[in-house]
């Protein structure tokens, strides 16, 4: 399924001669999945930090369901209605709405009877400037809110792929080309060296071990070990308070007003780089990879939602506000404090960045 990088903003940034200041890496991936008999294409963020695959229904009216696709079930021939219904609660609200099951085509694979939820209630401000219709989770059965089968383990049970893989390939160069994400296998030309696997410590996220974190060959986060999710669907990287902190004043990030972690542009070039240690292989980020360049009325902010006591990541947005006047670039640091605590300890949170 190819994938593709929002530019919206870019527009927007365009027509005010900021597009140069803008972050390459934009803020999110998505793919086109079409649903239903005949088909309705839809946006989605393929998302590893969730396990549930929901889109806007018909019958929604909120602002944010009515800026985005929505699904109409009466167009269908194949669609079941389940009857169940779902709440996911956010920072800013709740959305809620009712599972069903239809076909599901992605790329050219077609899923039948595949679990899904159609939101009829998207209060709130988190979705209205989305530029994504829905999620499509792909984290482990465990982790779905709506106790229902993931879009890739019924491609599984379907037969529907050669090995039971799916790799993401995420292009940074700006352009519309954002890579792709491949069901049932690994394109080998896609990368240079060997791969590196790694067990997974727990099968809710995709959970594995982290060692610890480095720059310039010395500790300086996760000393003791901890554990960290591998997340499509966040384009920062997150850790807890303390180690976050510490991380920031070695790259000489200071707060903003609004809460982000802003670096003097002028001193990339003196920066140092990162280093993570997952099973004995360091993976290293560059200043240019881990600082996020965006003009003066740039915002970064992380939707999370929760099921009983349990947190689960989707989305980081990136957003305009108008209050700021000044036309210059400022430099955000990739890294954003975010406690998670599970029984193994505080969760780091790999996005879009490593």
């Not at 491609?155 to 390939?169: D, K």
């Not at 997150?238 to 903003?256: F, M, R, Y």
């Not at 560059?286 to 996020?292: C, L």
Request: proline share 5%; with cysteine.
């Amino acid at each position: 399924i190819p994938l593709v990088q929002f530019n919206s903003i870019q527009t927007v940034l365009r027509k005010g001669g900021q597009l140069e200041q803008f972050w390459r890496n934009n803020a999110q991936y998505y793919g086109k999945v079409s649903i239903g008999t005949p088909p309705q294409t839809f946006s989605v963020i393929l998302d590893t930090g969730s396990a549930d695959f929901w889109i806007p229904s018909k019958y929604c009216m909120n602002e944010a369901c009515l800026k985005h696709n929505q699904f109409e079930s009466f167009l269908s021939h194949s669609y079941q209605h389940g009857g169940r219904q779902f709440s996911l609660r956010y920072g800013t609200g709740h959305l809620m709405g009712i599972c069903s099951k239809e076909v599901v085509q992605i790329s050219n694979i077609s899923i039948e009877a595949q679990d899904f939820g159609e939101s009829l209630l998207e209060p709130g401000n988190t979705f209205v400037s989305a530029h994504f219709d829905g999620v499509l989770g792909l984290a482990y059965p465990n982790l779905s809110v709506m106790d229902a089968v993931p879009v890739f383990d019924n491609m599984m049970r379907q037969n529907l792929v050669e090995e039971p893989v799916f790799s993401f390939f995420l292009n940074r160069d700006g352009t519309k080309d954002g890579g792709e994400l491949i069901f049932g296998g690994i394109d080998h030309s896609l990368y240079r060296g060997p791969m590196h696997w790694i067990p997974v410590s727990r099968k809710m996220y995709w959970q594995i071990p982290l060692e610890n974190v480095k720059i310039q060959g010395q500790i300086v986060a996760c000393k003791n070990g901890c554990e960290a999710i591998v997340d499509s669907g966040t384009s920062l990287i997150t850790g807890p308070l303390l180690d976050i902190k510490k991380l920031q004043a070695k790259i000489g990030a200071v707060p903003s007003s609004s809460g982000e972690f802003l670096v003097d542009c002028r001193r990339l070039s003196s920066l140092p780089s990162i280093s993570f240690s997952i099973r004995q292989k360091e993976f290293t980020l560059t200043p240019k990879q881990y600082i996020i360049k965006g003009p003066a009325n740039f915002l970064i902010t992380i939707a999370l939602y929760f099921r009983s006591s349990t947190c689960y990541i989707m989305a980081v947005f990136v957003s305009l506000w108008q209050e700021n006047s000044r036309n210059e670039a400022l430099c955000f640091s990739g890294f954003q404090s975010l406690d998670l605590i599970f029984n193994e300890g505080p969760l780091w949170i790999l996005g879009d960045v490593l």
